[in-house]
């Protein structure tokens, strides 16, 4: 039986792994004790997940009631939510800085009554005291 160059090497580059692997673990068990990093850092990852409850068309002359949820997947938020309304000619209509604590995932923000017809941007962005991480999150209310 004839094998080819390529499939010798893979057979001897997957044997000299296979061996690389075990080393470790033989030498471990040799000395009593399992081989540790000398400086292994854990990071904790919690994803989370920012929605923001608008309804899409709202009443010219109207003031709207935006929810924002921060949703965390194994631990409480803690940190710093801010929400920015800009209107359709640019101009800022609302900024407010909220803090979390834990206690709350869902804050409620109003607007002023919107006379201008036309696409409002609403920009929330939460920021993780915990972990420094940041999370923004977009969505557009028409007004009409």
Known sequence: MKISRNAMAVSVMT????????????????????????DSVIIECFPQRL????????????????RVRV????????GTLT?????????????AVATLDGSATTQTFRTKRLHKRG?????????DTATGS???S???????
Request: proline share 9%; glycine share 10%; net charge positive.
């Open 15 to 38: 044997a000299a792994l296979y061996a690389a692997t075990l080393a470790p673990a033989a030498a471990a068990d040799d000395a009593g004790e399992p081989e540790v990093p000398p």
């Open 51 to 66: 929605n923001i409850g608008v309804p899409a068309v709202q009443k010219q002359g109207t003031r709207a009631t935006v």
């Open 71 to 78: 949703s965390p997947k194994g631990k409480a938020a803690v």
């Open 83 to 95: 929400l920015r309304i800009k209107g359709p000619g640019g101009k800022h209509v609302k900024r």
């Open 119 to 127: 696409a409002y941007r609403i920009t929330v962005r939460f920021e």
């Open 134 to 136: 940041g999370l923004t």
């Open 138 to 144: 977009n969505r557009t209310l028409r007004v009409r």
